[in-house]
């Protein structure tokens, strides 16, 4: 049972308030229900970067500057909803870093977990932790946490990918720490494909000790990823919430593939739309081939190759295929399960 404060009972908690502030204190009671609400309300807002926009500005700052000076020539995605915070989510980081024939991106390493995902061109590698991987459209790519790393290109057309990282993650812990190299390359001391044969064909080396939470395998390139899409597209129906829909995994453990950024990908087959779904997770999207659109609430926004479209935890959103719609994704969800954060709702 409550009664109602008199007048001046109101009046002395709103003094009582402000004695309060002074002395770096507050009453929980006045903010409970923002600090525990009742369920998420969606950061940032649904946003489609298309690349056909993109693209031009990118090759423009190729004119500005070099990926030397720059150290990474990268224009990044700031989620319209979270202005001025670099942020394409409220926990992740999205760019878009373009590379020239002849070029190096000098190497440094950073307690920042990185993804690329590979948008176009060909012959560029990017080196980590003794090894290069020549990256090709749809690979992804790993650069964990504390691994030296620099890209170089040896092809001769622009190389362009995403860079996704935990940016915003490590600096909410505090957690940032950056080094660069004496040299522009950091040395390379396995042939490129190493870490794919020992560790990325179903064998392992007997004895093999995995020194982080990473997949030892750097590089799980498109053409085996479309592979299997297609494989399960023959051999049976999509899930009504999400088409075919395969996470890349770390072949040590079988979980996920990177310890604070969670990445899938899948297969919507022509025509196919999903049935409403939402999730803890704020998504990035990245159309690999193909065309369609998201619905997230009543906003609809289109999909062509190469665009990037974000859609908020907790919001409820539909994908669409037009063509055969290959969609990757990456999020936060590896680090909310470990913290038994994440939940998920199927309509
Ligand atoms: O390629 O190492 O987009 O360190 C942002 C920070 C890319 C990279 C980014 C980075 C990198």
Same mark, same amino acid.
């Given at each position: ?184 390359? /950091?040395?390379? &001391?396995?042939? $490129? #494909? *190493?870490? %794919? ?11 093999? !000790? ?104 907790? /919001?409820?959103? &539909?994908?669409? $295929? #037009? *063509?055969? %719609? ?11 399960? !470990? ?9």
């Amino acid at each position: 049972m409550t009664t109602n404060p008199s007048p001046d009972l109101l009046n002395r908690r709103e003094s009582f308030y402000r004695e309060l502030e002074p002395h770096a204190m507050a009453a929980l009671w006045t903010r409970l229900r923002r600090l525990i609400p009742t369920e998420p309300t969606p950061t940032g807002l649904a946003h489609r970067w298309a690349y056909a926009t993109a693209r031009p500005y990118l090759m423009e700052s190729a004119t500005l500057i070099s990926a030397e000076e720059a150290e990474r020539r990268v224009l990044l995605m700031e989620n319209p909803g979270l202005p001025g915070t670099s942020r394409v989510t409220n926990t992740m980081y999205a760019g878009l870093q373009l590379i020239q024939p002849g070029e190096v991106a000098p190497a440094h390493r950073h307690t920042q977990s990185a993804l690329r995902f590979i948008i176009e061109g060909s012959g560029a590698y990017t080196a980590v932790d003794g090894e290069k991987t020549y990256m090709e459209p749809g690979d992804f790519v790993i650069t964990p946490a504390w691994t030296w790393h620099h890209h170089g290109h040896e092809g001769d057309a622009p190389m362009i990918w995403v860079d996704g990282l935990d940016i915003p993650i490590v600096s909410f812990f505090n957690g940032g720490f950056r080094e660069e190299f004496a040299a522009d390359e /950091a040395p390379v &001391t396995r042939p $490129a #494909g *190493d870490a %794919l044969a020992r560790y990325g064909t179903g064998l392992m080396p007997v004895g093999y !000790k995995a020194p982080t939470l990473n997949s030892p395998v750097f590089n799980y390139p498109y053409a085996r990823t479309r592979d299997a899409l297609y494989a399960l597209l023959r051999a049976g129906d999509p899930d009504r919430h999400a088409g075919y829909l395969m996470r890349y995994t770390n072949p040590v453990d079988g979980g996920w593939a990177m310890p604070t950024i969670a990445t899938m990908i899948r297969l919507l087959p022509a025509g196919f739309s999903t049935s409403p779904y939402r999730s803890t997770d704020s998504t990035v999207f990245i159309c690999v081939e193909g065309s369609g659109h998201v619905m997230v609430g009543d906003q609809r926004l289109e999909i062509q190759p190469h665009d990037i479209v974000v859609v908020p935890g907790w /919001a409820r959103y &539909t994908l669409h $295929a #037009g *063509d055969d %719609l290959v969609l990757f994704s990456y999020s936060d969800r590896v680090a909310q399960e !470990k913290l038994g954060l994440f939940r998920e709702q199927r309509f």
